[in-house]
């Protein structure tokens, strides 16, 4: 039973901070917290920072600068550091996880963290 479960999301000022977990779990294979996306309401979802195969992070430029992506893979867990929070940040915040089962993968997506910027 493969679980993705986000953390950490709610309600935060204008220029405050946040931030979110995600934590994969119950591959017989091998899981791995890719990155986030977000959806704004009457917005299609969009990328906000992933794990690039190679090894290095990518960010949307409206997050670049403002927006931190790390992992533990002792503990098979995505953070998103998110600072200098804008109205326009609120969204629901999903994440991103990949399966890698021999020759081939599957995706998993978790059920997503409310972020609310407002004051």
């Known amino acids: 039973q493969v679980q993705v479960v986000e953390s950490g999301g709610g309600l935060v000022q204008p220029g405050g901070s946040l931030r979110l977990s995600c934590a994969a779990s119950g591959s017989i294979f091998s899981i791995y917290p890719m990155g986030w996306y977000r959806q704004a309401p009457g917005k299609q979802r969009e990328l906000v920072a992933v794990?690039?195969?190679?090894?290095?992070?990518n960010y949307s430029d409206s997050v670049k600068g403002r927006f931190s992506l790390s992992r533990d893979n002792a503990k098979n867990t995505a953070y998103l550091q998110m600072n200098s929070l804008k109205p326009e940040d609120t969204a629901v915040y999903y994440c991103h996880a990949h399966e890698q089962v021999d020759h081939y993968g599957m995706d998993y997506w978790g059920k997503g963290t409310l972020v609310t910027v407002s004051s």
């Open positions: 794990f690039t195969s190679s090894g290095t992070t």
